[in-house]
């Protein structure tokens, strides 16, 4: 349930980065790349990164910006879904 949580925030977290002026998507982007162990998900500013690198950003990215999901927003999370189902 927490990885469909962020992976559902993950667009907010998108917008919310290219909202961002330059500097601080520089400063966000080297934060994460501290915490990246793996090079393939390094984001570098001379390359477009790959999907894989950019999901893991954004899902980094979520829990930077909102923390870690509470038992009540996953909670929130799973019955709003319950809602949006029911009106299809």
């Known amino acids: ?4 949580y962020i992976a ?4 907010q977290a ?9 500097e601080d998507q520089t400063r966000l982007i080297e934060r994460y790349n501290q915490t990246v162990e793996l ?4 984001l570098l500013p001379s390359k477009k990164p ?3 690198a950019e999901m893991n950003f954004f899902r980094w ?11 009540d927003d996953l909670l929130e999370f799973l019955l709003n879904r319950g809602r949006i189902g029911l009106l299809v």
């Open 1 to 4: 349930m927490k990885a469909r």
């Open 8 to 11: 559902a925030k993950i667009a």
């Open 14 to 22: 998108s917008d919310y980065f290219r909202e961002l002026e330059l």
């Open 39 to 42: 090079k393939n998900l390094t």
């Open 50 to 52: 790959t999907k894989m």
């Open 61 to 71: 990215l979520v829990v930077q910006t909102w923390g870690e999901p509470s038992a």
